[in-house]
């Protein structure tokens, strides 16, 4: 009999083990209790902290990805126009200009006069209405006593550019096909802010023919 007692003890407690598994799996947010013990033990792992060489090495591998704006590009006529529109933003020594022989295909310009008088009048007449940014022309040949607006490109350029002439009064402006080779000025604006670079963005739309994109600063 006493073999018989052993066994009801033994199926007892693997029946009661059982029913106490099935109870914790029918309800998880028992064990919530459990984790809640080992709180106490919960550490905060700081970050590993870089060695000197290896601090210097990221620095200088995020800087080499700094982003640019490129801003292309600008005879002399319009460069003062550009750096007079940006002064208000206060990028100092973040823009620097890369100067860079290109070919201009198109050109803004009023028609020869009949004498340096009457184009020195015409002269005075487009500083009367605010516009300052012209070259007259007194070298001997086609277009001699004839004022240049601006040089561009593309004739959208052009044709936009005289639009505006327009709107603030020129009447005798014209545009033209003009291949020649000069000098124009790129700027570069280095780690400019979001704010900055809508900015820019917008500002660039008052510069027909002019073209802007972003890419990684170099140096």
């Known amino acids: 009999m006493k073999w018989v007692f052993v066994f009801l003890l033994l199926l007892n407690v693997t029946l009661g083990g059982y029913a106490y598994v099935q109870h914790i799996r029918s ?6 209790i459990d984790f809640q ?4 033990e919960i550490r905060i792992v700081p970050e590993p902290v870089l ?3 290896v601090r210097s090495q990221v620095s200088t591998s995020r800087s080499e990805r700094t982003a640019c704006l490129e801003w292309s590009s600008f005879g002399d006529l319009e460069l003062r126009r550009v750096r007079n529109a940006m002064s208000s933003m206060g990028l100092g020594d973040r823009v620097t ?3 860079e022989q290109v070919t201009t295909n198109w050109w803004v310009y009023m028609p020869p006069q009949r004498s340096q008088a009457r184009m ?3 002269a005075d007449e487009l500083v009367d209405l605010g516009i300052t940014d012209f070259i007259t022309i007194t070298e001997e040949g086609r277009w001699r006593y004839a004022i240049a607006l601006g040089a561009f490109r593309e004739e959208e ?7 505006q002439l327009r709107d603030k009064g020129v009447r005798s ?4 096909k003009r291949e020649q080779r000069v000098m124009q000025t790129t700027l570069i604006i280095r780690a400019p802010s979001p704010i900055e670079s809508t900015r820019l963005v917008e500002l660039a ?5 002019s073209e802007m994109r972003a890419t990684e600063c170099q140096g």
Do not use: H, S, V
Request: proline share 11%; charged share 35%.
């Open 120 to 122: 020195e009048r015409k």
């Open 173 to 176: 402006g014209d545009i033209g």
């Open 37 to 40: 013990m080992n709180a106490d």
């Open 27 to 32: 309800q998880p947010d028992a064990k919530i």
């Open 157 to 163: 350029g052009a044709r936009d550019y005289l639009a």
């Open 205 to 209: 739309t008052q510069f027909p023919g």
């Open 51 to 53: 060695p000197e060489p």
């Open 97 to 99: 200009a890369r100067k």
